[in-house]
């Protein structure tokens, strides 16, 4: 059995709670989380060893002693992507391949880094949001995408990356500028790429289902709801890279991608003026 630690802001959340029990599902139990380590004590809910005790894993101290007695890691904070750095700094430097948790980074700068460590070091390491594996979004013809109109629910902050991710994928990675076109309540962001092709993002309130109109150069259109088990997919592809340590996301659409958010928050104070990105 391969062991997997995980690495924590608190371990009382729900990427936390769940990836145990997909992860051993999915490899009918050759990977377990089996170590876990949390930088501090969620508030107001169950504190790091109360949540290891009912999971059934090993809380040890240090990131160190995680990183040493597991096989396999996952930096998770999926929330508070700006500890990342942090959490993440030494796993980048100990060569077993590691997953890191959406959002990736807080910003552009922190996400090159990242992924600059990890290059030195020879660490495998990808990161991604769970939508780019669905598999609506997977089956589809990128040859001549247009425009991509995508929706779905959640502030922009924290969910903007499931729909960012799916046009990036889609897309491609050469995006030029972002305007944001929404309201405080429906953040909306258009994202205009190198050669004129345009993607919108555009949250609704809890219970809007992820999904996106797909225009094609052709004139035809294809109208997208996510149904598939995403997250099933996702721990799929997880798993074969921790057997592989071969990635599949390219980090030049990950650096996109959160570049894409960190300009999308700074083009919300001055809507509809595009904001160009750096080269």
Same mark, same amino acid.
């Given at each position: 059995?391969?062991?997997?630690?995980?690495?924590?802001?608190? =371990?009382?959340?729900?990427?936390?709670?769940?990836? !145990?029990?997909?992860?051993?599902?999915?490899?009918?139990?050759?990977?377990?989380?089996?170590?876990? /380590?949390?930088?501090?004590?969620?508030?107001?809910?169950?504190?790091?060893?109360?949540?290891?005790? #009912?999971?059934?894993?090993?809380? =040890?101290?240090?990131?160190?002693?995680?990183?040493?007695?597991?096989?396999?890691?996952? @930096?998770?904070? &999926?929330? /508070?992507?700006?500890?990342?750095?942090?959490?993440?700094?030494?796993?980048?430097?100990?060569?077993? !391949?590691?997953?890191?948790?959406?959002?990736?980074?807080?910003?552009? #700068?922190?996400?090159?880094?990242?992924?600059?460590?990890?290059?030195?070091?020879?660490?495998?390491?990808?990161?991604?949001?769970?939508?780019?594996?669905?598999?609506?979004?997977?089956?589809?013809?990128?040859?001549?995408?247009?425009?991509?109109?995508?929706?779905? !629910?959640? #502030?922009?902050?924290?969910?903007?990356?499931?729909?960012?991710? &799916?046009?990036?994928? =889609?897309?491609?990675?050469?995006?030029?500028?972002?305007?944001?076109?929404?309201?405080?309540?429906?953040?909306?962001?258009?994202?205009?790429?190198?050669?004129?092709?345009?993607?919108?993002?555009?949250?609704?309130?809890?219970?809007?289902?992820?999904?996106?109109?797909?225009? /094609?150069?052709?004139?035809?259109?294809?109208?997208? #709801?996510?149904?598939?088990?995403?997250?099933?997919?996702?721990?799929?592809?997880?798993?074969?890279?921790?057997?592989?340590?071969? @990635? @599949?996301?390219?980090?030049?659409?990950?650096?996109?991608?959160?570049?894409?958010?960190?300009?999308?928050?700074?083009?919300?104070?001055?809507?509809?003026?595009?904001?160009?990105?750096?080269?």
């Amino acid at each position: 059995m391969k062991t997997i630690g995980f690495i924590d802001y608190f =371990l009382d959340e729900w990427h936390a709670e769940k990836y !145990p029990g997909w992860i051993e599902s999915a490899t009918g139990g050759k990977m377990k989380v089996a170590y876990a /380590y949390g930088m501090t004590d969620k508030p107001g809910g169950l504190t790091n060893a109360e949540w290891c005790e #009912k999971k059934g894993i090993e809380l =040890l101290p240090t990131i160190e002693d995680v990183i040493r007695k597991s096989d396999y890691l996952i @930096v998770l904070s &999926p929330d /508070y992507p700006e500890y990342h750095e942090e959490l993440s700094r030494l796993p980048l430097q100990s060569g077993k !391949p590691t997953y890191i948790d959406k959002t990736f980074a807080p910003d552009r #700068k922190t996400a090159l880094l990242l992924f600059e460590w990890a290059e030195k070091y020879g660490t495998p390491m990808y990161s991604s949001s769970a939508l780019r594996f669905a598999s609506e979004y997977t089956e589809l013809d990128k040859a001549g995408i247009e425009t991509i109109c995508s929706t779905g !629910p959640g #502030k922009f902050a924290n969910y903007s990356i499931h729909q960012i991710e &799916p046009i990036v994928a =889609l897309m491609g990675s050469d995006v030029k500028r972002v305007m944001f076109t929404g309201t405080e309540k429906s953040p909306a962001l258009l994202i205009g790429f190198a050669d004129g092709r345009q993607a919108t993002v555009n949250h609704f309130g809890n219970g809007t289902p992820f999904g996106m109109i797909v225009d /094609y150069a052709s004139g035809n259109a294809k109208s997208i #709801k996510i149904q598939s088990d995403f997250f099933n997919l996702f721990i799929q592809n997880l798993v074969v890279f921790f057997e592989t340590g071969k @990635v @599949v996301v390219d980090p030049a659409d990950t650096v996109a991608i959160i570049t894409i958010i960190e300009y999308g928050l700074k083009a919300a104070k001055t809507p509809y003026q595009w904001l160009e990105l750096p080269e």
